[in-house]
């Protein structure tokens, strides 16, 4: 399992994400060198302490993401609550209220989407444990512009519905143990 430097990484959970990301982000080095999107389902209307948590955890910084934030390499991004994360180019963020995609804000789908048109071939899209079908619509357009896909195994899931469906969606995915995603990513840091 070997892999050349990409341009960005982003990932998609939502049940059972917590403990998926517990076992990728803080075995990434300091040196990683590609900035890290995550897209996780969290409640509306309460603050995140997704940022705080893997801030503590990781050699990485982890923050929440406001609008027009600048993306840097080695930095791990959180969707906030109740806002879509989208790529302006690959510099920076912005934040959007639209609708909720399939009762979810943040999307998986809206940002992988997003990603696809700005990073195309040198983006490496992950979806992870999740109880809805949000990521199998953006994992597809990734796969579309030629990046690299890659779902967690669905029996390693605390929740299969999302990789299931990722799964069908881009049957041409990579399908990883949480260990080997962690793996392909250490790969990617050289």
Known sequence: MT?????????????GALEALSLILPALPATFPLPIFVVVHVPPHKPSVLADIFNAKCRLRAIE?????????????FAPPNYHMLFEDQSSLALSNEDEVLFSRPSIDVAFE??????????????????NQDGARGLQAISKAGGTVIVQNPEDAYAKAMPETAIAFSPQAQVLSIADI????????G
């Open 3 to 15: 892999s050349t430097a990409k341009g960005a990484v982003i990932i998609g959970a939502s049940a």
């Open 65 to 77: 993401v406001e609008d027009k934030e600048p993306i840097e390499p080695g930095v791990i991004y």
């Open 114 to 131: 997003s990603a696809a048109e700005v990073w195309g071939t040198e983006l490496i899209g992950i979806i992870l444990t999740g109880a």
């Open 182 to 189: 962690s793996a392909y990513l250490m790969s990617v840091s």
